[in-house]
């Protein structure tokens, strides 16, 4: 007698018994979307890794950039230049900016075109205080800081120009007296622009110490 059994359930081969067990094919497809998904899921976390990394790295250099820009000051701010060990040396404080008018025999004759240039749109009044704070080099016996270590400029970064005139009423009057450790004076100077402004750039170099400080400030009209 023989019994057929079902060939989908198990057969014997070689007298040893093995299970054969169908896969439903609803079952493989669900197989191969998981796989799809996985394969997405990895693919999209890859991304934003990716993208996060670029992101930090972008915000990495900004901030090394802001942190390189050097500092501008502003009106009665004390700047300092140091040594090579971070030690105050001097420092330079601008007090103010005015607008100032030239007298008109200022503006006149020959001898006063080279001081009073004709292009010019507005005069104004630097005040400025330095002190010496610590002596670090026989290099520099005394501070002085005169006019022509700042350099002016308008609100179209247009340098502008020192005026020196022999005379002995304000603001030609001024006088930059060298100064000892622990010791600070005030004093004032008369620059031209070619630009009125209503806020002027000032820079200072110091070529003993390799260092340059930059002021903002506004001008203070009449």
């Known amino acids: 007698m023989v019994v057929n059994l079902p060939i989908n359930w198990y057969y014997h081969l070689g007298g040893k018994k093995r299970h054969h ?3 439903p094919g609803g079952l493989e497809m669900k197989k191969y979307i998981m796989i799809l998904i996985s394969c997405f899921l990895l693919f999209g976390c ?3 890794n990716a993208a996060s990394n670029e992101k930090q790295e972008g915000s990495s250099v900004q901030t090394e950039e802001t942190t390189n820009k050097p500092k501008t000051f502003s009106q009665q701010e004390e700047a300092f230049i140091t040594n090579s060990d971070g030690e105050k040396i ?7 900016v005015k607008e100032y008018q030239v007298g008109e025999e200022y503006q006149v004759g020959e001898e006063y075109q080279e001081y009073v240039p004709s292009n010019s749109a507005q005069t104004v009044v630097i005040t400025y205080t330095y002190k010496y704070i610590n002596k670090d080099s ?21 340098a502008g120009n020192f005026i020196d005139l022999a005379a002995s ?13 622990n010791r600070s004076a005030r004093s004032y100077y008369l620059y031209s622009l070619q630009n009125k402004s209503e806020e002027v750039t000032i820079d200072f170099s110091s070529q003993l110490y390799d260092q340059q400080l930059s002021f903002k400030i506004p001008v203070e009209s009449n």
């Open 138 to 158: 026989d290099d520099m016996n005394a501070l002085y800081i005169s006019p022509l270590d700042l350099t002016l400029f308008d609100e179209t970064n247009l």
């Open 21 to 23: 067990r169908k896969i």
């Open 46 to 48: 890859s991304s934003n």
């Open 169 to 181: 009423d304000y603001p030609f009057d001024a006088d930059s007296p060298e100064l000892q450790p």
């Open 90 to 96: 001097y420092s330079l404080t601008i007090d103010s």
